[in-house]
């Protein structure tokens, strides 16, 4: 962990690309370790030798093994390190209850019954069950001269799965991986001041604190004042065309123009082009829906769990358009040596650790690049 914490703050790469290389790199391993246990298992309990009914018997033992692989991983991603061990296990005997292997679904009550639906194992019981006593398997073999689970069917009635369907068992197991795989996702650009809290709060407030005085503000005035003069031409132009000009567009793409030159160190160009691409993803941010409401709501009120469900405000057109702008910026003033006196090139400081006034220490932390696309946005 140490090791990647201090490659992801040089931005050697995202905390995406982490995630994603350790589910590939682990996933050979987990798959050679349920084939082991699935062919030991199988062929102990005297199993039928049927290739469709080993393979669709392994097939659910490893997506039990990939969800259980993604939970421990969610857990570890949303508790801290010495609750982690705890919170799994504890979490999971509700989902075993109800998975209908130690109460039967019939003997549940009304109240509880939806609950067996949520549960992944049930989805992997079930498709278990299906496999070793379904498939129009006839006969189990009984040496005694009276059995009366002789017939596999009386089996699947007895696990209360005869009606089951293999097919959706594996669906909802493929479900659980989906949703567990979006948990892990984590918006970017939410990771401002507005929004984060507690120890990462102070440590963020106590880097960004410098590029707020008077005097890094004076430095960006040059830049509102040429964007300024834009602004002139432009109602000259807009007065010369119509006659009458609407000053709370052009007003709106004058602050736009502004923000994306100080903020961002773009040229927007809003007030020659009202439908530049930087102004119309800064519409699709303050575009509001009944859905976007409840969920801005949702992740004001309610922020550590709406973190841990996933919950993003920004769409995703908007987060990798505003990412990918920052991206590249950063890589060219970077490359050609560029400086401004804008709030951009205060934030490259910060993601470089260097000191953001003259005289001042060192940062000792770096700030990643989806930090800096987070401040600026």
């Given at each position: 962990m140490a090791v990647f914490v201090r490659e992801y703050k040089s931005n050697c790469y995202s905390i995406a690309a982490y995630f994603c290389s350790k589910i590939v790199a682990d996933f050979p391993l987990m798959l050679a370790g349920v084939t082991c246990f699935q062919l030991i298992a199988y062929y102990l309990t005297g199993q039928l030798n049927e290739t469709s009914r080993i393979v669709m018997f392994w097939a659910v033992c490893a997506l039990m093994g990939w969800t259980a692989q993604m939970y421990g991983m969610?857990?570890?991603?949303?508790?801290p390190v010495d609750v982690s061990p705890f919170v799994v296990p504890s979490s999971m005997i509700p989902m075993?209850?109800?998975s209908g292997f130690f109460i039967r679904y019939s003997e549940l009550l009304d109240v509880f019954k939806p609950l067996t639906y949520v549960s992944p194992f049930r989805y992997g019981f079930e498709g278990l069950a299906l496999t070793t006593y379904g498939m129009n398997r006839t006969e189990i073999g009984c040496e005694d001269m009276f059995c009366y689970y002789r017939?596999?069917?009386k089996v699947l009635e007895l696990l209360e799965v005869k009606d089951s369907c293999y097919w959706m068992d594996v669906g909802g197991l493929g479900?659980?991986?989906?949703?567990?795989?979006i948990l892990l996702y984590d918006d970017p650009l939410t990771g401002h001041l507005f929004t984060i809290e507690g120890q990462r709060w102070k440590n963020l407030r106590a880097k960004l604190t410098p590029t707020f005085t008077s005097g890094k503000m004076k430095l960006m005035f040059?830049?509102?004042?040429?964007v300024a003069v834009e602004l002139k031409k432009c109602l000259v132009t807009e007065k010369?065309?119509?006659?009458e000009v609407e000053l709370k567009d052009v007003l709106a793409r004058y602050t736009t123009d502004v923000i994306g030159k100080c903020a961002f160190g773009l040229d927007c160009n809003s007030l020659e082009n009202p439908n530049a691409e930087f102004r119309e993803m800064g519409r699709k941010i303050f575009t509001t829906t009944p859905f976007?409401?409840?969920?801005l709501f949702f992740v004001q009120q309610i922020k550590p769990l709406a973190r841990k469900l996933g919950v993003t405000v920004l769409n995703q057109e908007v987060t990798k358009y505003f990412l990918k702008a920052v991206k590249d910026t950063v890589e060219y003033r970077e490359s050609n040596n560029v400086e401004r006196n804008d709030f951009m090139n205060l934030l490259i400081k910060l993601k470089n650790a260097e000191p953001v006034d003259e005289g001042s220490s060192r940062s000792m932390e770096k700030l990643s690049v989806n930090?800096?696309?987070?401040?600026a946005l």
């Open positions: 969610v857990a570890g991603s949303v508790f075993i209850l109800f017939k596999s069917v479900v659980w991986i989906l949703v567990l795989h040059p830049i509102v004042a040429d010369d065309d119509g006659g976007s409401i409840i969920k930090g800096v696309s987070a401040q």
